[in-house]
């Protein structure tokens, strides 16, 4: 019963709502008593040959109403009960959804996608049953056994009552002991579900790779063994499951077989009249349901628990980024990092060394470097997807940057992050989520900035065009500048591209530039790149490898000292000249033909 005891808060929340359908139920169960009295009073009244056609036509009409009264309070009940469940539903849905818009990133690289799915849909949905159908089921066994029971006692045979009891405790010790193997049986056929649910989506997420390498029918595979696990376990708790019902009939069995043997001798020694005997068994049919709806609970209840401890497990996991502040209003000024050492959660290596250099309000940074050099890193420091040891490691107008309310930090900031996210909606919509109601021409003037307003216009609905899920229908470069504009139009204090150019060409990779560099006077812009031409223009380029800064200075400053940045900037300017060429050499050829 522990699951009742944590989700006590609801039922504290909503005990009118159960105080009154359990009332229902009670008029219910009241009411279910009267038919087995008429039928017996009937049946005593043909064999003494006293039932009147007035008497039976009072009879009728007494069954009729307790027919239509049940019929309302039945009702009502659905509507208290049930609803009360469905309220708990979403309550623990909003939570839910909360507590993972509030986490961190590191929460999301301890766990999959799927497990968090499953932990929303399946351990609520059984956490809603405890708290609808369970309630109904125990209240339901409660009222009802216990009515039936007093009213065969009171009304026939105290003594026959306890005959046909006798079997009742071996029940209650087998119900308690399946109870136990299927909450066990029920955690690991939820957790093999997630391991199922993570898979399908990763699959779904990932089927252009999976189709290039040819990968199909060994994830076909990888998936059937995890559908296989999710049924064998599944069927472990089905056979517990299965021993409810038959166990309980069991019991009813032994106690229709002794109320039989007992009620005869009873009716031959007149303690009790024929009616009454098959009244007696009219009212132990009647226990059949509240004894299989007490092995239901028994069920629901391990069910809701194993799910409510999955559940409350999500919830009470701590967010590694402290949400205190001392500082309400929005940052402004120079940023400026002093790192001396930073590794992510769980891992010992040191993605971060000796790491000291300012960004000054207004002016242009950028940061290159090797892939693994540490430049996205910075990034995620800097909008605090993890946070340093030292708070005053990285600081943003004088301030450490956790001193400030983090909505407000993070509001100063335009991400375009490398692994762009496209919503499955709209252009539009995708363009304008920092604020839906934009008007059409400040999302349109956001497009130009970003170079992609007439290839939006080419398409059949333009800015209508739904992308599909995570931009689908798009190339790369569409979706990154797509994503740059999503950025630009809140018009941010700090606008960072973390390798946001990527999948542009050179022409286009420019023009983006310099629409950012004639838009932005005064604003801070921050771009992170593998291809130099991106950071030429910039005030100041840092120059990253292996966590630690290694060059730093002007384009021109660089390119005379003769290091990485001026080997790598050499190369990839011969590799765009001689691409450049072979494109005029095809020209020409197509143009002689």
Do not use: C
């Not at 009411?31 to 009879?59: C, N, S």
């Not at 310099?514 to 921050?526: Q, W, Y």
């Not at 400053?557 to 691409?579: I, N």
Request: no cysteine.
């Amino acid at each position: 019963m522990k699951v009742f005891k944590d989700l006590g808060w609801f039922f504290r929340q909503e005990k009118s709502s159960y105080i009154f359908g359990v009332v229902m139920l009670i008029l219910v169960a009241l009411m279910e008593l009267i038919p087995p009295q008429i039928i017996g009073r009937v049946i005593d009244g043909i064999t003494m040959e006293t039932l009147t056609p007035r008497g039976l036509a009072i009879f009728i009409g007494i069954l009729l109403a307790a027919a239509v009264l049940t019929y309302i309070f039945r009702y009502y009940w659905r509507i208290l009960i049930f609803g009360a469940s469905n309220r708990l539903g979403r309550i623990l849905r909003e939570r839910m959804y909360n507590k993972f818009s509030y986490m961190s990133p590191y929460f999301y690289q301890e766990r999959r996608t799927g497990d968090l799915m499953a932990h929303a849909t399946n351990d609520i949905r059984a956490v809603q049953m405890t708290a609808g159908a369970g309630i109904l089921t125990i209240a339901d066994s409660i009222i009802t056994g216990g009515a039936v029971l007093i009213t065969m006692a009171i009304t026939i045979s105290p003594e026959l009552t306890l005959i046909a009891m006798i079997p009742l405790p071996f029940m209650v010790v087998l119900t308690s002991y399946y109870g136990t193997l299927l909450n066990r049986g029920f955690r690991k056929a939820q957790a093999a579900f997630s391991e199922l649910n993570d898979k399908s989506q990763e699959s779904i997420a990932g089927i252009k790779v999976t189709k290039t390498f040819g990968y199909e029918k060994s994830d076909q595979e990888d998936f059937k063994a995890l559908s296989d696990d999710v049924v064998e376990k599944n069927l472990k708790v089905s056979k517990v499951d299965a021993l409810f019902d038959p166990t309980i009939m069991l019991v009813i069995g032994a106690s229709y077989f002794l109320s039989i043997i007992f009620g005869a001798q009873m009716v031959l020694s007149d303690e009790i009249t024929l009616g009454q005997l098959i009244t007696f068994t009219t009212y132990l049919g009647m226990m059949v349901w509240p004894l299989l709806a007490l092995g239901w609970f028994f069920n629901l209840v391990q069910r809701g628990r194993a799910s409510y401890e999955r559940i409350e497990e999500i919830m009470q996991t701590e967010n590694d980024i402290g949400q205190e502040y001392m500082i309400e209003d929005a940052p402004d000024g120079d940023i400026e990092f002093n790192i001396g050492a930073f590794n992510f959660p769980g891992n010992g290596e040191t993605a971060l060394r000796d790491v000291s250099f300012e960004i000054n309000k207004g002016y242009t940074v950028g940061i290159v470097g090797r892939t693994g050099s540490g430049k996205s890193a910075l990034i995620r420091l800097l909008l605090r997807e993890f946070d340093t040891n030292n708070p005053e490691d990285i600081t943003y107008g004088g301030a450490a940057l956790r001193d400030y309310n983090i909505g407000n930090l993070r509001a100063q900031f335009g991400y375009v992050p490398q692994d762009h996210f496209l919503f499955s909606t709209t252009i539009r919509d995708n363009i304008a989520f920092a604020d839906p109601d934009l008007d059409d021409e400040v999302i349109h003037e956001a497009a130009r900035l970003a170079n992609i307003h007439e290839d939006i216009l080419g398409f059949p609905d333009g800015y209508d065009t739904v992308v599909g899920e995570r931009g689908v229908s798009l190339s790369g470069g569409q979706k990154q500048r797509i994503s740059i504009a999503r950025a630009l139009i809140t018009d941010p204090e700090v606008l960072i591209l973390d390798d946001s150019l990527s999948a542009v060409d050179a022409q286009t990779e420019v023009t983006i530039l310099e629409n950012i560099s004639r838009v932005r006077h005064g604003k801070t812009n921050i771009i992170t790149a593998h291809r130099m031409s991106a950071v030429s223009k910039a005030d100041q380029i840092i120059v990253m490898d292996r966590g630690t800064i290694v060059e730093r200075g002007t384009h021109n400053e660089l390119l005379a000292r003769g290091g990485w940045y001026h080997d790598t900037y050499s190369q990839q300017a011969l590799r765009q000249s001689l691409t450049e060429e072979l494109d005029d050499l095809v020209k020409g050829d197509e143009g002689d033909e």
